[in-house]
């Protein structure tokens, strides 16, 4: 009871208000954080889903074994099979390689299959989403096959041995993907009518899948049993493999957030324990009077543990409150720009804050405090007696260590966590020491200079340890705040570099030397412009160094297995980075062809420069010599190919073309147009995608912005804590000053100076910390283009300069306003 | 009451050991009033805290209220302390961030005591602040704060009253209306009052005073025949 009156009271008197509100806000940008990264990792995994149809699916060249079937039935999961293939499909003398799809019932597990009576509908009226799949003796296709066999709905068309009716034609596949490989259009029948087809005879090449969708956890104990039993040619497909742009984007964000998370809580941290130690200051007078009472180290101790743990408990529930209100924000905020639904988020996301609450509280509170219950009473009587408390140096270890805990806690990359916390350290050190030898330098120049100056450097320099440690708080604030903001920046400009609004987001394939023209004329009579035409050409990899690669190869590589896409290129695309060897410009070897492999492959290959490569293009051969190991980056949606040849190198062998077009929903119709135009092209629709990506990344990127403005925040509450640290001595001494008769405006522009040289130089250091700090995070962290930041240099320094200055001024104003008479008797 | 025999107190300092107090004795019956003066540094303060329980001396015995205060640690001197003793110093200690009335109720509270409110403006209103209950210590001019100390002092009602310097920050007219209370309430409920003062004018309110210099007494008075122990 005792203590909570002594809480309030304290309160009330303002003593514990940087405390309570740092530790609030540690709580709720740690809890904003994981709150909002875990509703947009389950909306993200719910979402990409039904891009796969299904939770999990298990992909196999071979049909899924019945003893799995069996294991399966054992958990409550449901699941349906796809059986893959391209065949012949015939309608009088009309044929065409269908890429044909079998499905079991319940297909799609996860998303929707939509159809249509109308073939090219895009009639909202007239879609309708499919329940169930094709029954048997049926038929779905893509419209583009009805101009291609010349059929209507109610046709019959001979799969293989089987004559199957048309019914309706298929509008949007979930699983569909981006299959560069599947040139035909889609049919899709029931699995039922599989064995009438006969077309799958030994050694065709067909892809088996197995759909499975559960409970996550049913999800993974099943397939810890199912495991094991995998060969090497079957494998589990999940969302993050399914989707390596999206995962990539939302892994930087990730890192980015718990970057942010981590220096708001170190932020925050520095605040509470600045806050801890003048609280503890100001309360050796009060333990002493509660001694002299009668009370025991006991009783003290008691009171003040039930302050801090009464303070805790407030600030761990103001602060998840907080944390849960600002995250609701913006996925509201969301939500009215985006389709995206974002799931409650599960109870474990408000763990993190809490644990942060309590290890503030045990590492930056604690340390400062712990002496308070043993002030000897004698205090009361010797007030020049010195209270020592437990040592500096323990107490920023201590810190330090609570740091790592927590981040440790949060990205489970303890590397992570300590390199960052321990580059700070260094770069704080060297502050410490930088800034003492400044100080030395001050005091010299400081004799020769007017009086405000004199005064100015003679205030920093009486304190000299006291102006170290603030220099060192603030350079530390203002390097971390500086880091954050300008890596927010590059990161979101990189992003929308990655994908601008216009992103092409449909891929037209298989355009015939013929249709080239006709194509491009078509789309410029719409409006639209196209962006690449790259020639193209299918061919299968034999020979590496003139002989057949051994079975261990062509387990690895899989454009062993397959045919691979082939193309030339004068130049290079921006996306491309050649590593090793030179590009056409430069290389020059007479009488061969060059080619230019992707490092992942030419690895996966086991080729380097100067191997010869030999392809088969329909028969006819193809050499070419390795002139180049380029990286790629798949995230940026580009056409990209594993292999380029020198130009020239492929005009034998008649080559169709790829090309991509940007298409808004009003111009989705164009696909249909083209199709019935030309109903060999294959469309790769990329629209719901890229859609998605720049959805997440608008999402993450409000997200971030947020956590900015919250550790912003905490710059400036550690400031502030900073700034009132020294704020009792300093009245003394300025009342002291003002009743010798110093002129307030002297005192005023003497704080001006003396705050703002504070915050200068902690600018300077800030800068140099931040921009080793930033060069280090893109090098090692967001694997991103080194850059410098000049612009931060400028604006870093000064903007310390003045925001230091300013708030030094504004804290101390009072002391210098009021009669001197009145703060000298408030200090006692 | 209190005895007190052959209190020492060394320090040891760069500059070798130190005796701040000299083998002092003492003793007082319930209700008597002690003065200790002398020069700045005489340490009279020193004595003053040893004899309250809050320092230990380096050799000697005191006896406070039947408990042995040298044979007990700091958590049993804390228990005498709560029990027995009350406090005013020179400096007013009162605690910034809280009322008058609160500064009063603080110990009340710490020890459990019921109706702490009441009491806290009972003596409030003894020592003529009824109407200051609210304000903070800096709202209060130094003899107001030094009345609110008194007030806090004898609200738990102890035996004996230890008062270091109690009119040091006052003008002699603020200071002399303080002694006036003091020796009041010391009257109304027989506490015992043991104070350090500068002023002969609060001396002379005592029936026992003694001088030191040095750590050491010199000068031992006993007025209106009180028996006083003589020492060696
Ligand atoms: N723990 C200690 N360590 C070192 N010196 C001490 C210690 N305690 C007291 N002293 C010294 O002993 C001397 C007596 O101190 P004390 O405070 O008792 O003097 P005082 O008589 O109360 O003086 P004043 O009238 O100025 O208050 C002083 O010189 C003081 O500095
Ligand atoms: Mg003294």
């Not at chain 1, 992570?416 to 580059?423: D, E, Q, W």
């Not at chain 1, 990655?498 to 080239?516: D, G, I, R, Y």
Request: aromatic share 6%.
């Amino acid at each position: 009871m005792l203590a909570l009156k002594l809480l309030w009271r304290n309160w009330r008197a303002g003593e514990v208000k940087i405390l309570a509100s740092a530790l609030i806000l540690a709580v709720a940008v740690v809890s904003c954080i994981s709150i909002f990264t875990d509703r947009l990792e389950q909306a993200l995994i719910s979402q990409s889903h039904t891009f796969l149809g299904a939770d999990r699916v298990i992909r196999s060249s071979q049909p899924i074994q019945d003893k799995w079937r069996l294991l399966a039935a054992d958990y409550d999961m449901k699941t349906a099979t796809t059986t893959q293939f391209a065949s012949m499909v015939f309608r009088d003398d009309r044929m065409h390689l269908a890429s044909v799809k079998a499905v079991s019932r319940g297909y799609p597990l996860l998303g929707q299959l939509k159809v249509s009576d109308v073939p090219f509908a895009t009639d909202a009226e007239l879609i309708k989403v499919a329940q169930g799949v094709p029954a048997s003796g049926e038929v779905w296709a893509d419209s583009r096959l009805l101009p291609l066999l010349g059929l209507k709905i109610g046709d019959q068309f001979t799969v293989g041995e089987k004559s199957l009716t048309l019914t309706r034609v298929i509008i949007d596949e979930p699983d569909r993907g981006s299959n560069f490989s599947a040139y035909g259009a889609r049919v899709m029948m029931n699995e039922e009518d599989l064995a009438a087809t006969q077309v799958i005879q030994p050694g065709s090449r067909i892809r088996y899948q197995w759909l499975l969708a559960a409970d996550e956890s049913v999800l993974e104990s099943f397939l810890s049993q199912l495991e094991p039993q995998l060969s090497p040619h079957e494998r589990i497909v999940d969302v993050e493999s399914a989707q390596q742009g999206l995962a990539k984007t939302l892994d930087t964000a990730q890192k980015f957030l718990l970057l942010s998370a981590m220096i708001g809580v170190l932020l925050a941290g520095v605040a509470i324990a600045i806050a801890a130690r003048r609280f503890a200051q100001r309360h050796v007078d009060q333990v002493a009077l509660l001694k002299s009472l009668g009370a025991s180290s006991g009783k003290v101790r008691k009171i003040y543990a039930v302050q801090l743990l009464v303070l805790g408990a407030i600030a761990a529930i103001l602060g998840l409150a907080i944390g849960q209100g600002l995250q609701t924000l913006i996925a509201s905020a969301l939500a009215s720009v985006f389709p995206v639904e974002l799931s409650p988020a599960s109870w474990s996301a408000y763990i993190p804050g809490l644990v942060t609450g309590v290890v503030c509280l045990l590492c930056f509170v604690a340390p400062p405090l712990w002496h308070l219950p043993v002030v000897p009473p004698i205090k009361i009587l010797r007030r020049e007696l010195e209270i020592g408390g437990v040592a500096f140096y323990w107490q920023a270890t201590l810190g330090v260590l609570a740091m790592i805990v927590l981040v440790a806690i949060f990205s489970r990359d303890l590397w992570l966590s300590a390199s960052i916390v321990g580059a700070m350290l260094v770069l704080m050190v060297l502050t410490a020491l930088f800034a003492a030898l400044l100080l030395r330098l001050g005091s010299q120049v400081g004799r020769k200079v007017g009086s405000v100056w004199r005064l100015a450097l003679a205030s920093l320099n009486r304190n000299a340890q006291q102006s170290v440690i603030q220099m060192m708080v603030f350079g530390l604030a203002i390097m971390l705040l500086l880091t954050l903001t300008s890596l927010r920046t590059t990161l979101i400009e990189d992003w929308q570099l990655q994908l601008p609004p216009e992103t092409p987001n449909h891929f037209l394939l298989n355009v015939s030397p013929a249709e080239k023209d006709d194509v491009i004329e078509l789309m410029q009579s719409q409006g639209l412009t196209s962006q690449y035409l790259f020639p193209m050409v299918r061919a299968r990899l034999t020979h590496i160094n003139g002989v057949e690669p051994s079975e261990e190869v062509k387990q690895r590589a899989e454009m062993l297995r397959r045919e691979a896409n082939l193309s030339w290129s004068e130049s290079l695309n921006d996306d491309n980075k050649i590593i090793e060897g030179k590009w056409w410009d430069q290389w020059r070897e007479p009488g061969v062809h060059g080619i230019s492999v992707e490092a992942e492959a030419a690895q996966d290959l086991g080729v380097g420069l100067g191997d010869d490569l030999r392809f088969s293009v329909g028969g006819l051969m193809l050499e070419a010599r390795i002139a180049s190991i380029r990286t790629l980056k798949w995230d940026s949606m580009n056409p990209n190919f594993y292999f380029l040849m020198s130009p020239g190198a492929l005009d034998d062998f008649s080559p169709t073309y790829l090309t991509s077009v940007f298409l808004s929903p009003e111009n989705k119709i164009f696909v249909n147009r083209l199709l019935e135009q030309f109903p060999t092209i294959v469309v790769i629709e990329m629209d719901r995608v890229i859609a998605q990506i720049q959805s997440i990344v608008a999402q993450v990127s409000v997200g971030i912005e947020l956590m900015l403005w919250l550790v912003l925040l905490g710059g400036f509450m550690v400031m502030w804590a900073a700034v009132s640290a020294t704020m009792d001595e300093r009245k003394q001494e300025t009342a002291l000053l003002r009743a010798l008769g110093s002129p307030r405006k002297r005192l005023l522009g003497s704080l001006l100076i003396e705050f703002s040289l504070l915050g200068g130089l902690a600018g300077v250091m800030a800068v140099i910390g931040a921009e080793v700090l930033l060069l280090s995070i893109q090098y090692w962290v967001l694997d991103m283009p080194l850059q410098l930041h000049v612009a931060l240099w400028v604006w870093g320094t000064l903007g310390a300069m003045v925001l230091i200055g300013a708030l030094g001024v504004f804290s101390c104003r009072r002391v210098v306003t009021t009669p001197p008479g009145l703060i000298l008797r408030e200090v006692g | 009451m209190l005895n007190a025999q052959s209190l020492t107190k060394k320090v040891s300092t760069a500059a070798g050991e130190l005796i701040i107090l000299d083998e002092v004795s003492l003793q007082l019956q319930a209700g008597d009033s002690l003065a200790i003066t002398g020069a700045s540094g005489s340490g009279k303060s020193t004595l003053l805290g040893i004899l309250a329980g809050l320092d230990e001396p380096t050799s000697g015995k005191i006896s406070l209220h039947q408990h042995e205060l040298t044979e007990l640690g700091e958590e049993g001197r804390a228990k005498v302390r709560a029990a027995h003793v009350g406090f005013v110093f020179q400096s007013f200690q009162l605690l910034p961030g809280l009322t008058a009335l609160e500064n009063v109720m603080m110990p009340l509270e710490l020890h459990g005591i019921d109706n702490a409110k009441g009491k806290a403006e009972f003596f409030l209103t003894r020592v003529g602040l009824n109407k200051r209950l609210d304000h903070y210590p800096q709202q209060l001019s130094g003899g107001e704060q030094q009345r609110v100390a008194i007030a806090r002092a004898f609200a738990s009602e102890p035996d004996v009253l230890f008062a270091d310097e109690p009119t040091g920050n006052l003008d002699s007219a603020t200071g002399a209306h303080v002694i006036e209370l003091l020796f009041e309430l010391n009257r109304e409920q027989g506490t015992t009052l043991i104070l350090v003062t500068h002023e002969q004018r609060l001396a002379q309110h005592c029936q026992q005073r003694i001088s030191l210099e040095a750590g050491k007494v010199v000068e031992r008075v006993c007025e209106q025949g009180v028996a006083l122990s003589e020492v060696g």
